[in-house]
């Protein structure tokens, strides 16, 4: 069964500096992958998604994550975060869309003005 | 229309009672899940329904009951519940089975 490791529980970064949010999968077969970003109280919201194709994707907020195969990983990125980022963002897997999502324990990025 | 709509939003029930929660979207997905996410942990999956069939059951106690009367609905019957059963219960949908799930508000459920 797959599995999502998000080795950072907490990302504390100031406001306007870059940020990496790590997420490394179990398996090396076909898969899907996706970060999701929950508010307080809120469901979660797709951020970005990588199913084929382009190994690097992007959400229309500034994220991007990059597909790497070799390392498991589809580590979340952005340039310049905004205190609006401050969320718990989840990332997820599934096997190539024939299973359910699988989450990771999720890492809560807190934006310090 | 690419909402998945709970309700109730809150629901606070005795041990004793008897309560469904419900799950809508309108997007003709296939696929629909109940997932139970307890404070500052991720989603964990309870319920798949695909077609319109239960497909898969996390070893979920019998207190909870799920049931699909439709394509387009989703509801989860609540029982005899204990206060350990407290927490946000989401519904989500996708067009099939691990793709792209799209996630409602959730119903933060209260046991006392």
């Known amino acids: 069964a797959q599995s999502v490791t998000q080795l950072d529980s907490q990302v504390p970064v100031f406001e306007e500096a870059p940020v990496e949010l790590r997420c490394n999968y179990s398996s090396s077969v076909s898969v899907y992958l996706f970060w999701y970003v929950q508010y307080p109280n809120q469901g979660l919201q797709l951020l970005l998604k990588?199913?084929?194709?382009?190994?690097l994707v992007e959400s229309i907020n500034g994220f991007e994550a990059e597909f790497n195969k070799s390392q498991t990983s589809f580590h979340l990125r952005k340039p310049s975060v905004h205190i609006s980022d401050t969320a718990e963002y989840f990332c997820?897997?599934?096997?190539?869309?024939?299973?359910?999502?699988?989450f990771g324990k999720g890492t809560r990025l807190s934006v310090i003005a | 229309d690419t909402e998945v709509t709970q309700t109730p939003k809150h629901l606070v029930m005795g041990m004793t009672n008897k309560k469904s929660l419900k799950c809508e979207q309108h997007m003709g997905h296939r696929a629909m899940y109940w997932y139970k996410q307890k404070a500052k942990k991720p989603p964990e999956l309870m319920f798949v329904y695909s077609y319109e069939k239960l497909s898969i059951n996390e070893s979920v106690p019998s207190r909870f009951s799920p049931e699909c009367p439709n394509s387009s609905l989703l509801n989860l019957h609540l029982h005899a519940l204990q206060p350990e059963d407290s927490a946000l219960y989401l519904c989500a949908s996708s067009q099939e089975t691990g793709d792209e799930a799209f996630f409602g508000q959730g119903t933060r459920l209260t046991v006392v």
């Open positions: 997820a897997v599934s096997d190539s869309g024939n299973t359910p999502l699988v």
């Open positions: 990588y199913l084929s194709g382009s190994t």
